[in-house]
């Protein structure tokens, strides 16, 4: 829309310029003399069309000058290590490939195609735009190696490719993974979700998982909350919000300091059959996240009530899980429900200016005002 509309007001200015240069040449012209001889009055008319000529010209060059002037002025940023920013769009998975939607000319960009049948999972894109941190998961149970890595790849830039995918941190022992993953403000740290899995004489016993900060340039990594997964670090830095697992009690909410010290409880366990991906605003005053509302002994929750087109589908009762949607908690309101889809695992994502959400779910990606 933005450059249809550029488009149109360089067309209504283009206009007015090139009847004004017309006009304008030739009015500054000096007038011929009458000839006498026949020959001054073709001369005359000569060297108008030459100016008509030369004006039309300036006009096309200077129209095609700002039409490339953005792309041009674009590349020279990037050239000369300057402020040039990656295309905008939504990160998506499908299949083994990482793709982003609304890039550039509106279409699907391919950003990378990873090996093997597994597919990558979390991704996050930094707060300068310029590089795409993601978990790759693969191999099954008794493989000899078998987990998930931290990647992290360079998203493109004017014309240029997006860089190749580069390994930051290997799992340690087979079944280990990096199951979520999110930025600190300044991009210098990920905060992430570090599950291990735990054996007994070769038998597989459950898993644990724990928060960690992982600094990009020296490899360290600190535990800073055991027994949580999905961190997401709130783009002013003040905050992180995690989901806390208890295997006898549910699943709860929290939001603490960076560090792990003052946690404070946004749901409690019980009170939703299932919850994941807690999202900050990037105003970072609303938490969102996808939540099933009910207790783990009691009654599941009732199902929304479905348009007439969508009951001639398969029935979400029948063909799913419990129901989820999504919630968003503000400080001092009580949580509210944001959707009436009741799909499986919807995992949503901010806009960078707030003023939109999509999310993912079994179904399809979705598109909302907040």
Known sequence: MARQGA????????????????????????????AAAG??????????????MRGRVAIILLALLMIAAPSLA???????????RPPAGLVFVRGSQLLMAGAGSG???????????????????????????????????RQDDWGGDLYILDLPVGDEPPGKPRMVLEHAKPGDLVDAVSWSPDGRL????????LLKDGAYMGTRSALQKFDIETKERTTIVQDAADPNWSPDGRRIAYVRNDPEQGQSLWIAQ???AGAQQIAKAGEF??????RFSPDSTQLLFAGSPGTITGKSPERPRRAWHERLGVSVARAHGIPWDL???????????????????????WSPQGDRIALVTDVGVYSMEP
């Open 327 to 349: 919630w968003v908690w503000k400080e001092g309101q009580a949580l509210r429900q944001v959707t009436q889809l009741g799909q499986d695992f919807p995992y949503p994502a």
């Open 7 to 34: 488009k149109r007001r360089r067309t209504q200015r283009g206009k007015p310029t090139e009847i004004q240069q017309e006009s304008g040449v030739s009015a500054a012209q000096p007038r011929e003399p009458v």
């Open 273 to 278: 059959i299932g919850l994941q991906a807690p």
């Open 107 to 141: 279409g699907e960009l391919v950003l990378a195609t990873m090996p093997g049948s597994a597919i990558p999972r979390y991704q996050a894109v930094s707060p300068d735009g310029r590089r795409l941190a993601f978990t790759y998961t693969y191999g099954t149970y």
């Open 258 to 260: 960076p560090d792990g």
């Open 190 to 197: 990920l905060l992430i979700e570090y599950e291990e899995t």
């Open 39 to 52: 020959t001054a009055e073709p001369t005359a008319r000569k060297k108008s069309w030459l100016w008509r």
């Open 74 to 84: 674009g590349q020279a940023r990037y050239l000369f290590g300057g402020t040039a």
